[in-house]
Structures are given as structure tokens and as C-alpha cells.
């Protein structure tokens, strides 16, 4: 199973900006969908962003889309989430998350926590108001 390990987690004041790297540890065929999650205690794990890299598809949140970007390097193994614009809504901790396959359909939808078998430890991002 892949390894997955996140960083550039912090704190920053509302409007900020922070970029969020998750390198792992082999891109294959477990990692041709590459994801964020957010959780905040109490609350469920929920989707931000992912990446398919097969077609090159990127799938958003809605209250993310404009503000957050997802991109891969795949000479550098890294999956980053780029976030502006920051809210103190967007607090939590972040999760990376990889799959062999993600779609914005009914199978393996990218923003299921299901879809994904691999995930790493987390980082935390904190924004003040």
C-alpha cells in the first residue's frame, strides 16, 4: 500500500494563503486519483479537491471552487493543494488520500471517503478571523 505523508500545514490570519504537499511514496496505478479531505472533530471527513491523472480531471468542493487548486508532480511523487482566500471556515485538519480510480459520477466518486484506500496522517491548517 502506498504511503502517503503530508506537510505545510499551519496557521494563518483570514485571506491568507497556505499550500498544502503530499509526496508519496510510488505514483502507480494506486495513485492515479489523488485527493484532500478535511476533518474538524465531531464532524464527518469531507472531500476538498482531487485529481485524476488519467484525464487530467480536477473535482472541487463547491465552497472551495476559485479559491483552492489541486495539482500533481509526478517528478517529484507530490500532490499539492494550493488554498487562498482562506476562511476561518476552512480550519480543520487535512488528509491526502489516493486511489486507483475516481470519477464526479456514481462509481468510486471522487468525493467519497470510501473511494480511497490509502491515506495519510494528516496536517493541521488553522485560519483566524
Known amino acids: 500500500q502506498v504511503q502517503l505523508v503530508e506537510s505545510g500545514g499551519g496557521s494563518v490570519q483570514a485571506g491568507g494563503s497556505l499550500r498544502l504537499s503530499c509526496v508519496a511514496s510510488?505514483?502507480?496505478?494506486?495513485?492515479?486519483?489523488m485527493g484532500w479531505f478535511r476533518q474538524v472533530p465531531g464532524k464527518e471527513r469531507e472531500a476538498v479537491a482531487a485529481f485524476y491523472e488519467s484525464s487530467l480531471s480536477e473535482y472541487y468542493q463547491g465552497s472551495v471552487n476559485g479559491r483552492f487548486t489541486i495539482s500533481r508532480d509526478t517528478s517529484k511523487n507530490t500532490l499539492y493543494l494550493a488554498m487562498n482566500s482562506l476562511k476561518p471556515e476552512d480550519t480543520a485538519m487535512y488528509y491526502c488520500?489516493?486511489?486507483?480510480?475516481?470519477?464526479?459520477?456514481?462509481?468510486?466518486?471522487?468525493?467519497?471517503?470510501?473511494?480511497?484506500?490509502?491515506w495519510g496522517q494528516g496536517t493541521r491548517v488553522t485560519v483566524s478571523s
Open positions: 488520500a489516493a486511489a486507483t480510480y475516481c470519477s464526479d459520477g456514481t462509481y468510486l466518486p471522487w468525493h467519497s471517503r470510501y473511494t480511497y484506500p490509502s
Open positions: 510510488v505514483l502507480n496505478d494506486d495513485t492515479d486519483c
